[in-house]
């Protein structure tokens, strides 16, 4: 069973930073591309990066690119979201989402598998 569980969320100032956690298990990592995803009430969930876990190949939504890195560690079987430059309009639910493949979806709808979410507030 693919479970994936996130952390590091928070209230920060903006222009601070602030790095989330997914712990993933359940999955043969190889075969995965994992995802961040963000979402505001009354909004969808809006892309925000994407990692190819074999290759490491990273991928970001414009809006971030610059400011946000995505990472993993394979030892840690754990993906990572460092965001810096934070701005109020990063405030949002973040939620980590995994899908079998390498095709990178740049949507909610390509995932299959998500975490709980974990908060993030970025106060202006």
């Known amino acids: 069973q693919v479970q994936l569980v996130e952390s590091g969320g928070g209230l920060v100032q903006a222009g601070g930073s602030l790095k989330l956690s997914c712990a993933a298990s359940?999955?043969?990592?190889?075969?995965?591309?994992m995802g961040w995803l963000r979402q505001v009430p009354g909004k969808e969930r809006e892309w925000v990066a994407a990692?190819?876990?074999?290759?490491?190949?990273?991928y970001y939504a414009d809006s971030v690119k610059g400011r946000f890195t995505i990472s993993r560690d394979n030892a840690k079987n754990t993906v990572y979201l460092q965001m810096d430059s934070l701005k109020s309009e990063d405030t949002a639910v973040y939620y980590c989402?995994?899908?079998?493949?390498?095709?990178?979806?740049?949507?909610?709808?390509?995932?299959?598998?998500w975490g709980q979410g974990t908060q993030v507030t970025v106060s202006s």
């Open positions: 990692i190819r876990w074999i290759s490491g190949t990273t």
């Open positions: 359940g999955l043969t990592f190889s075969a995965y591309t």
């Open positions: 989402a995994a899908t079998r493949g390498v095709v990178v979806p740049l949507g909610q709808e390509g995932y299959q598998n």
